[in-house]
């Protein structure tokens, strides 16, 4: 079987590699300005660009991640009144954390501390919530490995990778809280509203991204 990271340059794989692991990539990340164009990059535009959106970031971490010796996975988050959310995943010590690219405070980074893939998703419920200041998370989905699309050179093609946003759209998820809990939520408050806030890029118009 071939490398699936041959199709990337030796200067590529060094970059990627020098990040060393998850934390390593949440810094790039961080550090990369967040866009709001609707692009679905792969990672190798991505890191010549060094800027992305939520969905681009996701996928960029998953290809770095990879190249530290990682499995490239995601989890998609489903969201009402409000737009779903991506994150790249990762084990260690049998817990599971996160890198993630978000215009959102609090929706990026997790250590590796949680035991399941549910707890993972709950720790972003509170600080997840739309422009009406309304909590919207409300389904994670089962983990997806993108060396499936392989094939389709996910991580280096210059074409967009909207075979995995179509992917997501069609996997299974699983319901975070039931209807009566949905019903009860409050409204995120000021304070809490400013600090995830904070940093925020915007279009002329402003849009709610994750």
């Known amino acids: 079987m071939s490398d699936p990271l041959a199709n990337f ?10 990040m060393k692991g998850p ?24 890191l010549a660009e060094e800027t ?3 969905l681009e970031g996701a996928i960029f971490a998953a290809a770095a991640l990879r190249a530290n010796g990682y499995p490239p996975l995601l989890l998609d ?24 690219k978000s215009n959102y405070t609090s929706c990026r980074w997790r250590e590796p501390v949680y035991r399941t893939l549910r707890e993972l998703a709950l720790s972003y419920f509170n600080g997840y919530f739309n422009l ?27 074409q967009p990778v909207w075979f995995i946003v179509y992917h997501l759209f069609d996997i299974k998820h699983y319901p975070l ?18 600090a995830e806030c904070l940093g925020k890029a915007y279009k002329k ?3 709610i991204t994750k």
């Open 177 to 194: 809280i039931t209807p009566a809990m949905a019903k009860s939520l409050h409204r995120v408050d000021e304070r809490l509203f400013q």
């Open 23 to 46: 934390y390593g990539v949440q810094k790039f990340l961080d550090a990369a300005p967040y866009h709001l164009a609707d692009t679905a990059w792969s990672p190798r535009r991505v």
């Open 132 to 158: 009406r200041r309304e909590r919207s998370l409300r389904r994670f989905s089962v983990p997806v490995n993108l060396k499936r699309f392989d094939r389709q050179h996910w991580m280096t093609t210059d």
């Open 9 to 18: 340059s030796p200067a590529e794989l060094r970059k990627l590699r020098a």
């Open 52 to 54: 992305a959106h939520c």
């Open 77 to 100: 988050f489903e969201a009402e009144h409000d737009t779903d959310h991506v994150i790249a995943i990762f084990r260690q010590h049998g817990c599971w954390g996160a890198v993630a």
């Open 205 to 207: 118009s402003p849009q």
